[in-house]
Structures are given as C-alpha cells and as structure tokens.
C-alpha cells in the first residue's frame, strides 16, 4: 500500500514537473520580438491582411496628397521596417489620398503682368502648381511678362478681371498667353526732311529696326545726312519689329521746309 501511493507521489511530481517545462516554452515564446515588415509603398487593404495574419493591427491616422501617386497607398508606418516588436503590435500610417488638393485663385500670387520665369518657378515650389506658354501677344510693355492665365479651357485671370473662388488642382496645370514686344500694327511715319540722328531716335521709340542706310555719293557723315527717301513708304501699315531703310543725302530734299 505505501509503495503504491509513493509511486502515485511519484507519478504526480513527474506531471508537474512536465506540465512546468511546457509552460516555460510557452511563455518563453509567447510575446517574443518579432522583425516588422516594410509596408510602405503597398496599398493599405494589402498591408492590412498580410499584417492581420502577423497578429498585427494596422491603423490609418492621416493622408497626404502627392502629385502623381494613386491614393490609398502606404507612404509612412510607425514603428518602421526591421524594427524588433511585439506581438498584436498596433502598426500607425499615412497614406495617399485619392483626391488632389484644391487651391482657390485667391491664394494664389499675383500673375498678371508679373515675370513668367519667375512666377513658373514660385508657383511649382510653393504650390505644386504647372504651368504652360500657349502664345504671346503684343505688348508696349516688357516681353515675356503675363497677359492671360487659363485653366481646363477658362481664362481665369487678366489685365481686367481675377475669379478667385476657382479651384486649381495641386499638381494642375496653368496657361498662359504672355507678351512679346514685336508684333504690334501702327502708321509708318513721315521721316523726309528730317536728319538721320532724328529719324533713328523717333523709330526706336516706335520698336522699329534701322536697317543699314543708303547713302549717296556726297554723303561724308552719316548722322548729320538728310532722309530724302524710306521704305516702306508714310502712312503704311507696319508692325513693331519691322525693318526700316533710310536713304541718305548729304542736304534735304528740294520741297522742305528749310
């Protein structure tokens, strides 16, 4: 009889003893570190089942808009790729948004009549914002300044008028018409009679090009000649940029007034 219950006092501390170390590997792997996977750049219902099957949790906390990226992908995670973490680890992310962003005309900088070089660079370094030359028109003042700003096919800025509650997508782009200083029609003017330094002042400041002059035999100093001939003739139709010939005498022509 004591051999009997000494051998089930074995039996039993034998159990305990099994059942411990059963226990101990148990608990030694449970809650281990494990190696965080690398889901950005994947699309978040993906990364939400491949984390899921990793007793992972993931949860979305913001979205960013990026010029050119479909929405709903993972650009940022916390904790990050091979980082050591526990089990059922609440993994934090950011993630594209399907929708562009919109800015309202009214935010946006001063453009008309302004540098094109550099509003194209302001408005795709603050904004995001492209922008296109689809044609110039004559302008009296500085060239390459802009006139005529367009979006999807409106024109929603001019020298006259600003529709400041249009929305501009980030990443859009913008047209613009800007200046050009030749191209603009005016009269020819009369030019004989009148001495070379006179004539030449007077088309430059019409936006009109000297041509080399024809100078008779007599003539001996170019900027004291008389103009006694031009082409195209006074009272066409030129346009600035236009190339005008003079020709020369060394006295005026016979019917001006002296």
């Not at 170019?222 to 006694?228: L, N, V």
Request: glycine share 6%.
């Amino acid at each position: 009889m004591i051999w009997r219950n000494l051998g089930l006092i074995a039996l039993f501390l034998v159990g305990c003893l099994l059942l411990t170390i059963v226990w101990l590997r148990y608990y030694t792997h449970h809650g281990q570190s494990l190696v965080m996977p690398d889901y950005t750049g994947q699309a978040v219902q993906v990364a939400q089942k491949d984390a899921q099957q990793l007793s992972f949790e993931i949860e979305v906390i913001d979205s960013v808009h990026i010029v050119g990226k479909d929405g709903g992908i993972i650009i940022d995670q916390n904790p990050t790729a091979e980082s050591k973490v526990k089990e059922k680890r609440k993994i934090y992310v950011t993630i594209s948004k399907h929708e562009a962003v919109k800015i309202p005309v009214r935010r946006l900088p001063v453009l008309y009549g302004k540098s094109y070089e550099r509003k194209r660079r302001e408005l795709k370094q603050g904004y995001e914002i492209n922008t296109k030359v689809t044609g110039r028109k004559f302008d009296s003042g500085a060239p390459d300044h802009i006139l005529e700003v367009s979006y999807k096919g409106t024109t929603i800025i001019n020298g006259s008028s600003r529709k400041d509650n249009i929305q501009i997508d980030k990443g859009g782009t913008l047209e613009m018409i800007l200046s050009k200083s030749t191209g603009g029609s005016l009269t020819m003017p009369d030019l004989r009679c009148n001495m070379y330094d006179e004539a030449v002042f007077q088309l430059q400041a019409l936006q009109l090009v000297v041509a080399e002059s024809v100078l008779e035999a007599d003539v001996t100093n170019e900027s004291e000649a008389y103009i006694w001939k031009q082409q195209p003739r006074s009272d066409a139709r030129v346009y600035t940029g236009d190339t005008i010939t003079l020709y020369l005498a060394s006295s005026p022509p016979a019917d001006c007034d002296q």
